[in-house]
């Protein structure tokens, strides 16, 4: 079968994204992994498929890079609203479904795609030893670490032990190490189902933001910097661990088309 794809990616965050809308498109566990494999297929960190959803723009269906059905992903949705715009579904404000529900994305005239996530409802503070930890759903489920010097953190060596730890090895967990500057925070996160760091994570980065701002009641607005470039998320802070009105904002960015023997 040839397989017809193309390629984006959210600030070093990249996807094969399929158009499935003819809802024949059909890829088992091991064919996304072999796609996803940077040494022998396309090479990506996750894979989505665009389909159809009544009512709704378009539905996404997200892949870890291990061929798994996966969680939310924040740049995948952003990188994938800019796919359905390219690809003929050519609005500035969309409605779609994703697996944690209904998401809504804009288009803005700068190029950055904003998406909506959903809200969150608990935040669970956590003291190991010398070490504070938060943990939340963004639409993934993400650890929390702030650390002073983030360059010097083993990401790779730290997630994968907090991952596959006695609590999370069952589920999983995203693991973000975060560090404050004056105007921005600093992210850097090893991300389940990849099994390794990614430049950047979208559903981490907006955790991470709603960390940050935990102290400050209301609206804010949190800059960040991943390994793949800048971010923002913009939330409103209602105290009491309930954060809403959340968005995501960069780019997704169109890289190439192709197509593929399976």
């Excluded at 609005?91 to 994703?98: E, G, I, P, R």
């Excluded at 809504?104 to 959903?118: A, D, F, P, T």
């Excluded at 600093?186 to 102290?215: D, F, K, P, Q, W």
Aim: proline content about 1%.
């Amino acid at each position: 079968m040839t397989l017809h794809f193309s390629k984006y990616q959210g600030t070093g965050n990249d996807f094969i994204i399929i158009d499935n809308r003819k809802g024949d498109i059909h890829l088992s566990t091991t064919q996304i992994a072999f796609l996803c494999d940077r040494k022998n297929g396309i090479g990506a960190d996750g894979l989505m498929l665009l389909g159809l959803q009544n009512g709704l723009d378009f539905s996404m269906t997200y892949f870890n890079a291990n061929g798994k059905e996966g969680s939310m992903c924040g740049n995948g949705g952003r990188c994938l609203t800019q796919f359905a715009f390219d690809n003929g579904i050519q609005k500035s404000n969309y409605l779609f479904n994703a697996i944690d529900g209904t998401h809504e994305s804009i288009i803005h005239e700068n190029g950055w795609v904003h998406l909506k996530m959903i809200d969150v409802h608990t935040i669970e503070k956590n003291i190991d030893g010398d070490v504070t930890f938060y943990v939340l759903d963004t639409g993934s489920p993400h650890y929390i670490e702030m650390v002073d010097h983030i360059n010097q953190v083993d990401v790779i060596g730290l997630g994968q032990s907090i991952r596959y730890n006695e609590r999370f090895k069952q589920e999983g967990v995203n693991v973000n190490f975060v560090a404050k500057e004056e105007d921005k925070i600093l992210v850097r996160t090893y991300e389940r189902g990849v099994e390794n760091e990614t430049l950047s994570c979208g559903t981490g980065v907006t955790a991470a933001a709603i960390i940050t701002g935990l102290e400050k009641l209301g609206e804010q607005t949190i800059q960040i910097e991943t390994l793949g470039g800048k971010l923002a998320v913009k939330f409103n802070n209602k105290g009491d661990n309930e954060v809403n009105d959340i968005w995501l904002m960069g780019p997704g960015t169109f890289v190439f088309n192709g197509s593929i023997e399976i």
